[in-house]
């Protein structure tokens, strides 16, 4: 039973980062109705730019490189956005999604050839600290990973409820040509949008560097499943389901792996998913009026 | 001349690969489930010929069928949700299919020695070419059989009334459903055909390469799949090889003289060819 506690709280603090990613494909499928398959891609970019500011200066601490990654995934988000969104037409919905898997592989194989596919090593935060209760610990890192998460999904909500670019965020989303009429220049909030999600990817990448320790090339491909699957569950679009299906998937995938091992894990993710497709196709939080 | 028969047979393998994910796109699904299609051949192929010693063809036509029935099976849930929804709930089964592989032990002892799926270490010594004297030029010319009658297939759809249901649910779901078509029939049935296509590419790959394991059937796969026809356009068949030809042969192959600079080429590319051609280098004027 404690095991299971465990396991479950530390999934569920790390599932934080799921919450983070999954908010980032939510947002961009809110307001243009395309996924953008490079964002788990350009976040661990991010986190790779912030390991720059360790280069510049030796010995910085953790808090800068973090700083620096979030700085990186706002700029490498302007740029997907440039690359893969801009130009091509919105009528061509296959064609933002191959642009955005090139530009995955693209960040991919950046990042391998310029750390020789080594994974670098993350500076920690907090990683000696350990919270008891009795048998019940709670990790200090992990601990910091939700936190942080915690206070930019706070920034985000406010920015998207209480701001002019949120107001108009959710106007482009519902209704893209009414505001479009009402003067909101939709090329600006769609780019903006890119920006937003990929400062929050930026800090994503970092906290799981800090989390796990290391960064690699490696986590691209199943963080941006693990992405996906959140914003299913949580349902397409909506910012608060990703927060709870990315808490609630964490959780799921560490009871699993402490039952059946880590190889077998993510099967049991792919199959609650399936579960959710068949039986609440629309997620957590689906919207009333049905859109695709 | 071996490596150009050997290119040949790697551009056959993709090209079914690619054809597999032409016909569900042609009903406007997105699926990135034909890397698991192709998986399943692969192994149904690869433990026919092996376990129980049967001839390459008819294990070919088991791994069609196998193909065939998983893609069926996965149409009817997956279909049920449209657009977007579907590339993320056919990437996940996917990667449901590389997992399980992942995860799949199935000795046996043949002749004294272990053969078959061992789990993460994959499936070894597919070795029917070699052991019936084979050399590349005939398997190449076997390989191409496969894809000239896949293509031929195709061909033919798009030219039968078959075609113009699939296109027209492609293009308008609603119209197509208001003259009387039943869009889960078309859609099934397409993923079906491709499920077919892509268990006979993947008995194929398991049979070229001789050893296959999880990762070989992974989601770059089954990107590459949808990149074949997306890159070519859905104008006709010709599109996809000529994308195929055009990644394997000149990306991969001939860029090779660029050493590790031609992976960052690779992405680049497609993003730079997705700017200036949306519907593909075969494109016509059609909302893809």
């Keep these: ?292 | 001349m071996d490596f150009y028969f050997s290119l040949a047979q790697l551009i056959g393998v993709h090209t079914l690969l690619g054809l597999s994910a032409y016909i569900v796109l042609l009903t406007g699904q997105v699926s990135l489930a034909q890397a698991g299609f192709f998986a399943v051949g692969a192994y149904t192929a690869g433990m026919l010929t092996v376990l129980a010693g049967w001839h390459l063809v008819p294990a070919l036509g088991a791994s069609a069928l196998s193909g065939a029935a998983v893609a069926c099976a996965v149409g009817f849930p997956a279909l049920r949700v449209k657009g977007l929804m579907l590339v993320i709930a056919t990437l996940a089964f996917g990667e449901g299919v590389r997992l399980f592989f992942f995860n799949f032990d199935y000795q046996v002892a043949v002749d004294g020695i272990r053969l078959g799926p061992l789990g993460g270490e994959g499936f070894r010594q597919i070795r029917f070419f070699p052991e019936n004297g084979w050399g590349t030029g005939e398997v190449m010319l076997f390989m191409w059989v496969f894809v000239i009658a896949a293509m031929a297939l195709l061909w033919w759809f798009d030219r039968s009334r078959y075609g113009s249901v699939l296109r027209a649910v492609g293009e308008d779901e609603l119209a197509a459903q208001s003259v009387g078509i039943n869009l889960t029939a078309v859609k099934v049935s397409a993923m079906t055909v491709g499920g077919a296509i892509a268990g006979v590419g993947g008995g194929l790959y398991a049979h070229y390469t001789t050893h296959i394991e999880h990762s070989s059937f992974n989601i770059l796969v089954a990107t590459f799949a949808i990149a074949y026809p997306i890159l070519g356009g859905l104008r006709n068949v010709f599109g996809t090889l000529l994308a195929v030809i055009f990644v394997q042969g000149f990306l991969v192959e001939g860029l090779r003289f660029m050493g590790d600079w031609r992976n960052l080429l690779f992405g680049a590319l497609i993003v730079l060819a997705m700017n200036l051609r949306p519907s593909g280098f075969l494109g016509g004027r059609r909302r893809a």
């Design chain 1, 1 to 292: 039973m404690l095991d299971f506690l465990q396991a479950v709280s530390d999934g569920v603090l790390f599932g934080a980062t799921y919450a983070l990613i999954g908010i980032g494909f939510t947002l961009v499928f809110g307001v243009m109705h395309k996924i953008n398959m490079a964002y788990a891609a350009a976040s661990v970019g991010g986190a790779y730019c912030g390991l720059l500011v360790l280069k510049v200066m030796a010995g910085a601490p953790a808090w800068l490189v973090f700083l620096g990654a979030f700085a990186a995934g706002g700029v490498l988000g302007w740029m997907v956005y440039l690359t893969c969104f801009h130009f091509i037409p919105l009528s061509s919905p296959l064609a933002t999604l191959m642009s955005t898997v090139g530009m995955l592989l693209l960040i991919d194989e950046v990042i391998v050839h310029v750390t020789n596919g080594m994974p670098q090593n993350y500076p920690l935060m907090f990683d000696d600290v350990m919270l008891r209760a009795g048998e019940f610990t709670l990790r200090g890192d992990l601990l910091l990973v939700f936190g942080v998460s915690v206070l930019v999904m706070i920034g985000l909500l406010l920015l998207l409820y209480h701001t002019r670019l949120g107001l108009a965020t959710r106007a482009v989303s519902q209704q893209p040509v009414a505001a479009q009429l009402c003067g909101i220049r939709l090329v600006r909030v769609n780019a903006l949008t890119f920006v937003v999600t990929g400062l929050l990817g930026g800090i994503a990448g970092a906290l799981i560097g800090a989390s796990v320790g290391m960064l690699s090339p490696l986590l691209t491909l199943p963080l941006t499943v693990k992405g996906l699957i959140v914003t299913v569950i949580g349902g397409l679009g909506s910012v608060p389901g990703a927060i709870v299906a990315g808490l609630l998937v964490g959780g799921f995938e560490n009871v699993l792996q402490l039952y059946r091992g880590v190889t077998e894990r993510d099967l049991y993710v792919m199959l609650l998913l399936f579960v959710f497709l068949v039986f609440r196709p629309g997620g957590i939080f689906a919207p009333k009026s049905g859109r695709d």
